[in-house]
């Protein structure tokens, strides 16, 4: 069983940077973001794995970093120039280690104003 706490989402201006955190609980093989907009599909935004393999959305390849302290099993997403397409709920997601059965947090807000 994994749960999932994130934090850090909010209003911010075109080109503001915001970071978001998610805790989790559980035995953890890959941890990330995904993002879902208004009347769109759910999105990745980016993954990690537990050797450090990451991978990014084209859409978001040099402006968002995608990090993880494994002592306290948390993962952060650090969004940089942010414009108004990525508005979303962000959600983190996981995997668990031995199952691979996948796990959601309960989403966050971000909102990027012009």
């Known amino acids: 069983q994994v749960q999932l706490v994130e934090s850090g989402g909010g209003l911010v201006q075109a080109g503001g940077s915001l970071r978001l955190s998610c805790a989790a609980s559980?035995?953890?093989?890959?941890i990330g973001w995904y993002r879902q907009a208004p009347g769109k599909q759910r999105d990745l935004v980016a993954t990690?794995?537990?050797?450090?393999?990451?991978k990014y959305a084209d859409i978001v390849k040099g402006r968002f970093t995608i990090s993880r302290d494994k002592a306290k099993n948390t993962v952060y997403l650090q969004m940089n120039s942010l414009n108004p397409e990525d508005t979303a709920v962000y959600y983190c997601?996981?995997?668990?280690?031995?199952?691979?059965?996948?796990?959601w947090g309960q989403g966050t807000q971000v909102t990027v104003s012009s």
């Open positions: 559980g035995s953890i093989f890959s």
């Open positions: 990690i794995s537990n050797g450090g393999f990451t």
């Open positions: 997601y996981a995997r668990h280690i031995l199952t691979m059965t996948e796990y």
